[in-house]
């Protein structure tokens, strides 16, 4: 059994459900701590600029809930280094921010940052953020090629955009090259001295085998998947099966 967990749940889609009528369920809070008491070593939210699902008051709300009542847990912030999403990040003091390159009408983060481009922006929000003692990850294409530029621009994790894997779930040879890639750009990470998180649609199916070929990855933030699987079997049922999945129980 793994000491720590691994899974971050996203409450994404549970914000978003809630916002579809003016009242305070399902509760954002209430769901999170369920969560955290079934095992799961955080939370993850993407507060964007419409907040048309996690909304700024949620962060403050998720933060306060984790320093009150599960101390050693953890929250990460996801969002593009705006100004405004870094001034949410200084207030809020998350333990883990993930920078990902959305346009704010993204429906979700779809891609990893273009580091020829990109450099000087993430510079500034990773500097910032180290004063803040809050660490920082960087989301990433599966390509090998990246983790070194995140290790150079000094981000202490990169998380593995594994869309392309898990699309693939009705083709199990595509699978297995999507697969490949996930899994080199993981050991070029661990070889750059990089911490290695994960994420998009996974799913109790598709996590063995990608914990098979990058046992090392640390944290594995899921929403959608975990949503889907929790309006069958319920959040804490959820919660087991996916350490399950992971090895962990």
């Known amino acids: 059994m793994t000491a720590v967990s691994r899974l971050s749940v996203n409450v994404n889609a549970i914000a978003m459900l809630r916002n579809r009528r003016d009242l305070p369920w399902p509760s954002v809070t209430g769901l999170a701590s369920i969560a955290m008491e079934a095992g799961a070593k955080g939370i993850t939210v993407h507060p964007r600029p419409d907040e048309r699902h996690i909304r700024k008051s ?10 009150e009542r599960f101390p ?3 929250l990460c912030l996801e ?6 999403f870094l001034k949410l990040v200084e207030e809020a003091r998350p333990e883990q ?10 429906t979700t983060s ?6 020829s481009k990109d450099t000087g922006l993430l510079e500034t929000a ?12 960087l989301f990433c294409n599966p390509d090998p090629s990246d983790p070194e530029h995140a290790a150079r621009l000094g981000a202490e994790r990169i998380e593995i955009y594994t869309g392309p894997y898990g699309a693939c779930f009705d083709d199990a040879d595509q699978a297995a090259k999507e697969l490949d890639k996930v899994a ?9 001295g990089l911490g290695v998180n994960a994420g998009h649609d996974l799913t109790v199916e598709n996590i063995p085998a990608l914990l098979a070929k990058a046992p090392f990855i640390r944290e594995m933030s899921i929403g959608h998947g975990f949503t889907a699987d929790a309006l069958i079997n319920g959040f804490g049922e959820s919660v087991r099966r996916f350490r399950q999945a992971m090895g962990e129980l």
């Open 58 to 67: 949620d962060v403050f709300d998720l933060a306060e809930l984790i320093e």
């Open 72 to 74: 050693n847990k953890e």
């Open 79 to 84: 969002g593009y280094p705006s100004p405004d």
């Open 97 to 106: 921010v993930l920078f990902v390159p959305d346009d704010p009408d993204q």
């Open 110 to 115: 779809d891609h990893g940052w273009d580091f």
């Open 126 to 137: 990773i500097a910032a953020s180290k004063e803040w003692a809050i660490t920082v990850s």
């Open 184 to 192: 080199a750009t993981a050991n070029a990470a661990k070889a750059s």
